[in-house]
């Protein structure tokens, strides 16, 4: 497609000139319809068992974002505490909230075990510390059934050589430390990696759990993990992950494994980036364009403190330019040009030797699929504030969804 944001009527009739002079750049833009949709499709993922999409929000933890992922009546994991009181914050009550930490103190533990929230265990270490303090409770175990994937190596998060899980050799102990405390294993989870572009891995990884599922008896819960993936490629039509497909391609191994164990325990998946990737793009404006030695440069206010994912993955984030609150079309002319930010470091690239539009001092541009790993990840580097993030709602109206940092809030923790 030539321009995503024309393609689906980004702004709804809102003009990217307008919302930049009210909320400043650089800018996250939502859009809540892309938001709805995609919650809606992995909601559909399973519908002949029980089943829950739980919203991965380390992806994206704004309130107004959990407040929608509630309503479409998501279900949400959380990694650490602030991650489950900001879920209790919105409403999410604590039967709808998963902790899956790594490597956390007996207060985190305490904080969920005490708000009835049921936790998983990542090591035989940490599930020996949860026995320790809380005999006789119900838990899950996080397993590593040894084969992971990703789009990089640093979000491979299951395999022989990740941090993660306990792995499948080690399951006898998890019944023996379970034993020992009289812990209730009611749930097992995984989480293979990120960014599956075809259903294949995910049908690979969740029969491979299945198998593993099967030592487990008397489960209520068993959680296949999030990572199904983002068409970062969208305007050289890079198609879409098909979750209907893979929604089909689940039902025969789930068949089998309902037949084979007895009954349908609530099956679980834990998408982040489906949910939000697409519905936001971060506007900036290009305050300088030089060509050193021959390579041309278009400078930003998008830094890497504004998106970390490009100089952290070498990600591809594509970039539309707007010009006059018009997309500029490749065909009015190209350039080989490197989009980069304003933060001192030689790695702050939004884009290498990109062919782009012409692009010219005062132009903004929109950085696409930034919704997901975008702010949650982004920092105050160089002391620049965090962005301020905007929603467009359904209807077409504005709203403010997080105030711009200011040097006050900087200032406030010395
Ligand atoms: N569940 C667990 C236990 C996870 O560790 C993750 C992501 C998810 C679910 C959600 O995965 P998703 O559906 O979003 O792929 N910052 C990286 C991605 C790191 C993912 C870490 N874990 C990026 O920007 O690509």
Redesign the pocket.
């Known amino acids: 497609m030539s321009s995503y944001i024309k393609n689906i009527d980004f702004f709804k009739g809102n003009k990217p000139e307008d919302l930049v002079s009210e909320f400043g750049t650089p800018l996250y833009v939502y859009n809540e319809s892309v938001i709805r949709k995609q919650m809606r499709k992995v909601e559909g993922l399973i519908k002949k068992y029980p089943y829950t999409a739980n919203y991965?929000i380390?992806?994206n933890s704004n309130l107004s974002i959990l407040k929608i992922a509630l309503e479409e009546g998501l279900n949400a994991?959380a990694m650490s505490v602030n991650e489950m009181r900001i879920l209790l914050l919105a409403g999410f009550p604590a039967e709808r909230i998963f902790f899956?930490p790594n490597n956390v103190s007996s207060e985190e533990l305490t904080f969920a075990h005490d708000n009835n929230i049921i936790t998983s265990l990542d090591s035989i270490d940490q599930l020996d510390r949860f026995g320790k303090l809380f005999p006789g409770s119900r838990c899950a175990v996080r397993i590593n059934p040894g084969v992971g994937a990703g789009?990089h190596e640093k979000?491979v998060?299951a395999g022989k050589k990740t941090k993660f899980a306990i792995a499948e050799e080690d399951i006898d102990t998890v019944f023996e430390v379970a034993a020992k405390y009289d812990l209730k294993i009611v749930g097992i989870n995984q989480?293979v990696g990120?960014?599956y572009m075809v259903p294949d891995p995910f049908i690979a990884a969740i029969g491979n759990f299945l198998r593993i599922a099967r030592k487990f008896p008397n489960l209520e819960f068993i959680d296949f993990?999030?990572?199904?993936g983002t068409p970062y490629h969208k305007l050289n039509d890079e198609a879409p992950f098909d979750i209907d497909k893979l929604s089909k391609e689940m039902e025969p191994i789930l068949d089998d494994f309902v037949s084979d164990y007895g009954y349908a325990p609530l099956f679980k998946s834990?998408?982040?980036?489906?949910c939000v990737a697409e519905s936001s793009l971060i506007l900036g404006r290009v305050f300088a364009t030089k060509s050193n030695y021959g390579h041309k440069y278009a400078g930003t206010d998008i830094g890497m403190n504004v998106l970390a994912?490009p100089t952290l993955?070498d990600?591809w984030h594509d970039i539309e330019v707007i010009r006059n609150n018009e997309v500029v079309s490749l065909e009015d002319g190209t350039d080989v040009i490197t989009v980069t930010g304003n933060i001192c470091e030689s790695g702050d690239i939004l884009a290498k030797e990109r062919e782009l539009p012409i692009i010219k001092t005062e132009d903004l541009v929109a950085v696409l699929d930034a919704g997901?790993?975008g702010y949650s990840?982004s920092s105050s580097y160089n002391l620049r504030p965090r962005c301020a993030e905007v929603l467009i709602q359904e209807d077409g109206n504005v709203k403010l969804i997080r105030r711009r940092e200011t040097f006050e809030d900087l200032i406030s923790l010395f």
Request: aromatic residues 16%; hydrophobic residues 25%; positive net charge.
């Open positions: 991965s380390k992806s994991d899956v789009h979000v998060t989480h990120s960014l993990g999030g990572g199904f834990e998408p982040g980036r489906y994912r993955y990600s997901a790993y990840m």
